[in-house]
C-alpha cells in the first residue's frame, strides 16, 4: 500500500505538468475504489466490460461542486489484458488498455483511456480535459474478478 501511495504522491506533479486547459470544471481530486470486471484477471480475451465504483475527495474552482468530504465516483469501461497469466497463484499482466466514462457526484462527466504499465495505469481524460495516475491493489490470488485502485486526477 505504501508503493501505491508513493506513485500517487510522486506522479502529482507529473499531472500538473500533463493536464491541459479546458473550459470544463478546472479542480484535483484523490480517488479510490474497486473495479468489477466481466473476465477474470489477468486472463482476457480482447473487449472485456468493467465497472468502477468509489469515491472522489478534492474540489473544483466551481462553488457548486464540493467534494472535499467526498463524491461518488463511478465508470463503465472496455478493456484489454494482452499477456495476462498467473505465476505461483499472483496475477501478472504486464500491459492493459481501456476506455470508457466516468463520473463525479452529479456535475462532473467525461470519458477516459488508459495504458496500464505493470501496477500503474495512466489516465487520460476528455471532456473535462484532464490526467489522472491510478495503481492497482491485486489480491494474492489468482484469477480475480475485482481489482481495488487508488489515484489521483487534475481537471483542465
Not at 91 to 103: D, F, H, I, K
Not at 126 to 142: F, N, Y
Request: hydrophobic fraction near 45%; charged fraction near 5%.
Amino acid at each position: 500500500m505504501r508503493k501505491i501511495g508513493f506513485v500517487v504522491a510522486s506522479s502529482l506533479l507529473i499531472i500538473g505538468l500533463m493536464a491541459s486547459p479546458s473550459s470544463g470544471q478546472p479542480g484535483a481530486f484523490v480517488f479510490n475504489g474497486t473495479a468489477h470486471l466481466s473476465c477474470l484477471f489477468p486472463w482476457n480475451s480482447s473487449g472485456c466490460l468493467g465497472t468502477f465504483s468509489g469515491t472522489a475527495r478534492g474540489a473544483t474552482v466551481l462553488p457548486s461542486i464540493n467534494c472535499l468530504m467526498g463524491c461518488a465516483l463511478s465508470a463503465d469501461f472496455n478493456y484489454n489484458e494482452p499477456l495476462g497469466m498467473c505465476v505461483a497463484g499472483v496475477p501478472v499482466a504486464p500491459l492493459g488498455t481501456a476506455s470508457g466514462s466516468y463520473q463525479i457526484g452529479s456535475e462532473i462527466s467525461g470519458g477516459f483511456s488508459w495504458t496500464r504499465v505493470g501496477l500503474t495505469a495512466v489516465v487520460l481524460l476528455s471532456s473535462p480535459t484532464g490526467a489522472a495516475v491510478a495503481g492497482l491493489v491485486l489480491p494474492r490470488k489468482c484469477p480475480v474478478g475485482k481489482v481495488s485502485f487508488a489515484g489521483v486526477a487534475l481537471l483542465g
